[in-house]
């Protein structure tokens, strides 16, 4: 990109043979301009400015009110909720995407089309519905509420249920990012594993998984992202107990709904960071992945 | 360890990808699976491997019973056509891969891994890329690697699925006479793939031509290119010119010229059509003998140190052709448009019933 950039601006000057045949092929310098302008003004528009008023927010009454409604007991147990689910729902979700993609990618069965449309439900259906569903299913009122309550198991309005609906929203994630992956990889390296003696799951630690190494780094990322931030459905199964079943996305509304805006700017702050932390782990990967792509 | 191939049967869908096949592979050979494309070929190694189920029949490694076991107990070293090297590791990493994921009672030593890789990358004559990635070697070099890979674990039977299928030509031609070589070194029990007529000639000690999932005729690459057993074999191993021939009582005419074929010795008044290969004629610029096949000469062409003549004649549908030395041609003092007299030195006369099912197929 620098590279086309710096010789365009070159043009004006060497008007020979190779500086008219890349005027053909290239937009005039207006053009890239003003969609390189306009890029810049909507990100900074929708994302810079953003973040900027939630820092602002969060720290202009200073570090020590900041600090006090970030450790006030609701925020600390928001905090450590979501924490709790993220450990949860990840690894949850790095096994289930790891197992399905290497089911459509490895083996041919029928059904196979269907099965990868239905990986990408939770992404279609609108979260607020997937929380709806689940009531119905699991709550006190629901299909299997009676049960539930017979066997003492509570999931609405507790932690499994929080669990539940993330878990199912964040899905698609990984196996999205290995399926593709996989199918390109194709069967012959572990083919050549095994005829060497290797185990089934020798050659799957060993030759497998090195090979989606990134790609699985990616959608962990992505999944961890979106369980943090995930409010719809979780805002209807959680029931909202504050100190108990809020998450962070859930507590900073309610901070924000009793006017409490510099704590919940506050909060937002620190979701904020885990994002931040997250796209720069992802932008590491990314590097990571180009370097080495090169080299093996 | 001899291979024992015994009605092995292997349906995809409907398609029928090997039909009852049994072979006997002796111990120490390299034999040569030669076929056209779709032929089946893969699919028998494959199941040889074991990473493909028969649907019926055994496998026999030196009269053990093959056929249940899994893939990684069978003891094969297995070549795929496309290397399948794993891209992730360094060539050192690649080869030593079979020895270090041994459970620990049978893995050697750091040391000793370290030793036989080494080894073995001299063997393949490429100890000097240990700490190369795949990406960084060419094709011919990665299939030398996957060898090594493939006898790190010294397996019992070595099987090449279109070992040098993916190379160019000169390449190809120099590594299966390493390969031809190594096999007198080492001599593991060997199968190897290919479409290419003259690479399972060259190379190996036995040819099994298979066509449609079925053998079609195995021996040695003499007996097999000499003695072709049927019209699709001889089709198979190289150019061939057809002849119209009638038998009758032990005797095929072609025009004026009688040919002796005492295996047709109770035909009557056959259709027949004699397989006789370009360098099998000997063309006249006279009819001596009185009784050559009459042709006139419609192109001469010189490659190399031979020449091809292409020649027609009423007793073939297409244009003869015949090869000679450069030496003989001269003697002969040819010019295009001429006549000229052809006399077979050798031919196979099958009957037009022997013909149809072969060609086609069913
Ligand atoms: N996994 C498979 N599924 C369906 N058909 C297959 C499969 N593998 C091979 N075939 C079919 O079986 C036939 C024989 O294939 P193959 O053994 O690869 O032939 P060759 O190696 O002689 O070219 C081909 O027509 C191929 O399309
Ligand atoms: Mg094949």
Not at chain 1, 170 to 196: D, N, V, Y
Not at chain 2, 53 to 60: K, L, N, P, R, Y
Not at chain 2, 188 to 204: C, G, P, R
Request: aromatic share 8%; charged share 20%.
């Amino acid at each position: 990109m620098s590279e086309l950039n710096t010789s365009a601006q070159a043009t004006p000057v060497q008007l020979n043979r190779a500086a008219e045949w890349q005027r053909a092929t290239e937009e005039p310098e207006w053009v890239r301009r003003s969609l390189i302008g306009i890029a810049l003004a909507f990100l900074s528009a929708f994302l810079i400015l953003p973040l900027l008023v939630v820092l602002v927010g969060a720290f202009e009454q200073g570090l020590g009110v900041w600090y006090a409604a970030v450790t006030e007991p609701d925020a600390r147990s928001a905090i450590r909720l979501t924490l709790l689910v993220v450990a949860i729902v990840v690894p949850i979700n790095v096994v289930f995407g790891v197992t399905v993609a290497w089911a459509v990618a490895k083996f041919e069965f029928h059904g196979k089309p269907f099965l990868i449309s239905l990986i990408d439900m939770p992404f279609a259906i609108s979260p607020v519905v997937v929380g709806l569903i689940f009531v119905i299913l699991f709550g006190s009122q629901g299909w299997l509420g009676n049960w539930l309550s017979a066997h003492d198991l509570q999931i609405i309005f507790a932690v499994p249920g929080i669990v539940v609906v993330i878990a199912f929203g964040t899905m698609p994630f990984i196996a999205r990012e290995l399926i593709p992956l996989m199918q390109e990889q194709g069967k012959q390296e572990e083919e050549a594993s095994l005829t060497l003696g290797a185990s089934g799951l020798k050659t799957f630690w060993y030759v497998t998984l090195p090979n989606v190494k990134w790609g699985l780094i990616y959608g962990i990322i992505l999944c961890n992202a979106r369980a943090m931030g995930e409010f719809g459905a979780v805002a209807i199964v959680s029931g909202r107990i504050r100190g108990e079943t809020n998450t962070m996305p859930l507590h900073i509304e309610v901070l924000y709904n009793e006017y409490m805006f510099t704590a919940a700017f506050a909060v937002s702050s620190i979701l904020t960071g885990l994002a931040l932390v997250t796209i720069a782990i992802k932008s590491t990967v990314e590097w990571l992945e180009q370097r080495t792509g090169v080299t093996a | 360890m001899s291979i024992r191939v015994d009605r092995i049967n292997k349906r995809f869908n409907d398609f029928i990808a090997v039909d009852n096949v049994s072979l006997d592979l002796p111990e120490g050979q390299l034999t040569a699976l030669l076929g056209p494309s779709g032929s089946g070929k893969t699919t028998l190694l494959r199941i040889i491997a074991g990473l493909e189920q028969a649907d019926s029949g055994h496998i026999e490694f030196h009269g053990q019973d093959q056929t249940h076991e899994h893939v990684s107990d069978r003891g094969v070293g297995f070549v795929f056509q496309h290397y399948a090297l794993f891209k992730h590791m360094t060539v050192f990493e690649n080869v030593a891969y079979g020895l270090t994921v041994k459970p620990r009672r049978e893995r050697p030593s750091k040391e000793a891994i370290r030793k036989k890789v080494m080894n073995l990358l001299e063997l393949v004559q490429l100890d000097w890329t240990a700490h190369r990635y795949p990406a960084q070697l060419s094709g011919g070099q990665r299939q030398r690697i996957a060898l090594a890979r493939a006898l790190a674990v010294e397996p019992k039977v070595l099987l090449l699925d279109e070992p040098f299928g993916a190379l160019d030509a000169k390449v190809r031609a120099e590594l299966r006479r390493w390969l031809r070589r190594l096999h007198d070194e080492i001599h593991v029990t060997s199968v190897f793939v290919t479409h290419d007529q003259e690479e399972a000639l060259e190379v190996s000690d036995r040819v099994v031509v298979m066509n449609n999932g079925r053998v079609e005729q195995e021996g040695t690459p003499e007996e097999v290119y000499d003695h072709p057993a049927n019209p699709f074999v001889y089709r198979f191993l190289g150019n061939v010119n057809l002849f119209h021939a009638r038998v009758h009582e032990g005797t095929a005419t072609i025009g004026d010229l009688s040919v002796p074929v005492p295996e047709h010795h109770d035909s009557q008044e056959q259709d027949a059509l004699a397989y006789i290969r370009p360098h099998e004629i000997e063309v006249l610029a006279s009819n001596e003998s009185g009784d050559a096949i009459h042709a006139i000469v419609k192109s001469i062409l010189v490659i190399g140190p031979s020449v091809r003549l292409e020649l027609q004649t009423e007793h073939s549908k297409e244009l003869i052709q015949a090869e000679m030395s450069k030496h003989q041609f001269r003697g002969l003092g040819l010019l295009q448009g001429d006549e000229a007299w052809l006399r077979p030195m050798q031919s196979k006369v099958f009957l037009q019933e022997d013909e149809a099912p072969a060609v086609s197929g069913s």
